[in-house]
C-alpha cells in the first residue's frame, strides 16, 4: 500500500492550530487520502524547515505567522497572481522542482462574508490593519466589487503605504480606495463592512475606533476566533452593527482553496465549519 502523500502547516507557534483537524475532514470527505501535520519552525529557519520537508517528500504547506512574508520570497520565482498582489503567501506547493506559492486568505474571507449574507458588490468596506493579513485580502475584495476600501491604522503610514502599494499594482478595477489613521475611520452613512485584521482580539483589548462606524445592516467581521465574542465584536455590537461575527468561517474557507490547490477537488466548507463551531464551543 503506497504512502499518503504529506502536507503540513508551518508556523511558529504552530501547536493551537486547527489545520489538521480541517484537512482531515476535507479528506474524509473527498475521498483524498493525505498525511496532515504541524511543522514548527525556529523564528530563523524557515527557508531550511521547508525545503527540509520538500526533501522528505513533502507535497505542500500551509505558511501561517510570521512566515507569509518568507514564503513569498522562498516561492518567488513561481507566484499565483493573488500571491504577487498580496506581497504575502499562505499556501506552498512543490512542484517540479521548486515551491509554487499562491495566497488563500481573501478567497477565503471573501467566501465567508457572501456566506454570512454580506452584499460585497458597491459596498463600502473598512478594513482595520495594514499588515499581512489585511494585505492578502484587499484584491479579493476589490474583485468582489466593493465601491470603497479604507484602510485605517495605528500607525497611518502604514496604512497609505499599502493603499498606495496596491493602487499601483492592481489592474482595472474600479474601487475607490483611501487609508488613515483610525481616527479616520468614520464617514457619512457608515461602513457596509467593518474587518478587523489586526491582533487586538489576542490581547484582549478593544481598538481605539471612533464611534459611529456602521450603516444600517452593517457587519462587523473580526479576522481572529475564539469561544466567546472578540473584543472587536462586543466594541461593534455597542457601536450598532447588527451583525458580528468573527474569522473560523475564514480559516475553514481558505484551507478549502488551499485543499483544492493541492488535491483538484473542492470541499464544502460548511459542514467541517459547522463541527469545529461545534468543537470549539464544547464543555472542556
Known amino acids: 500500500m503506497s504512502t499518503p502523500p504529506r502536507y503540513a502547516v508551518i508556523g511558529n507557534p504552530v501547536q493551537h492550530s486547527r489545520?489538521?483537524?480541517?484537512?482531515?475532514?476535507?479528506?474524509?470527505?473527498?475521498g483524498v487520502a493525505l498525511q496532515y501535520e504541524r511543522l514548527l519552525a525556529p523564528l530563523d529557519g524557515f527557508e531550511t524547515a521547508a525545503q527540509a520537508f520538500a526533501g522528505e517528500g513533502g507535497r505542500g504547506l500551509n505558511v501561517t505567522v510570521p512566515f507569509k512574508q518568507q514564503a513569498f520570497e522562498l516561492a518567488r520565482d513561481h507566484l499565483c497572481p493573488r500571491a504577487r498582489l498580496a506581497g504575502a503567501v499562505n499556501t506552498l506547493s512543490w512542484h517540479d522542482q521548486a515551491w509554487h506559492g499562491c495566497n488563500t486568505d481573501g478567497v477565503g474571507l471573501v467566501a465567508d462574508l457572501i456566506r454570512l449574507g454580506a452584499r460585497l458588490d458597491g459596498a463600502r468596506v473598512l478594513l482595520v490593519g495594514a499588515g499581512g493579513a489585511a494585505r492578502g485580502v484587499l484584491q479579493p475584495l476589490a474583485?468582489?466589487?466593493?465601491?470603497?476600501?479604507?484602510?485605517?491604522?495605528?500607525t497611518p503610514e502604514r496604512a497609505a503605504e499599502l493603499a498606495q502599494n496596491w493602487q499601483e499594482a492592481r489592474t482595472g478595477l474600479p474601487t475607490q480606495i483611501s487609508a488613515g489613521g483610525l481616527p479616520d475611520a468614520a464617514i457619512a452613512?457608515?461602513?457596509?463592512?467593518?474587518?478587523?485584521?489586526?491582533?487586538?482580539?489576542?490581547?484582549?483589548?478593544?481598538?481605539?475606533?471612533p464611534a459611529g462606524l456602521y450603516a444600517d445592516g452593517a457587519l462587523a467581521y473580526d479576522m481572529l476566533y475564539a469561544v466567546q465574542p472578540t473584543p472587536f465584536m462586543i466594541?461593534?455590537?455597542?457601536?450598532?452593527?447588527a451583525h458580528?461575527?468573527?474569522g473560523l468561517g475564514m480559516l475553514v474557507g481558505q484551507a478549502a482553496e488551499s485543499f483544492f490547490i493541492w488535491h483538484g477537488v473542492r470541499p464544502d466548507p460548511v459542514p467541517v465549519l459547522d463541527m469545529l463551531r461545534a468543537e470549539l464551543q464544547a464543555p472542556r
Not at 489545520?19 to 473527498?30: D, E, K, M, N, V
Not at 474583485?143 to 495605528?154: D, P, Q, S, T, Y
Not at 489586526?198 to 490581547?203: F, G, K, R
Open 189 to 209: 452613512g457608515g461602513w457596509n463592512v467593518v474587518v478587523n485584521a489586526t491582533a487586538s482580539s489576542l490581547q484582549g483589548a478593544a481598538l481605539a475606533l
Open 19 to 30: 489545520s489538521p483537524r480541517i484537512h482531515a475532514l476535507f479528506g474524509q470527505q473527498t
Open 235 to 241: 466594541q461593534a455590537a455597542q457601536d450598532g452593527a
Open 143 to 154: 474583485e468582489a466589487g466593493c465601491a470603497h476600501l479604507r484602510i485605517v491604522n495605528r
Open 244 to 246: 458580528c461575527a468573527d
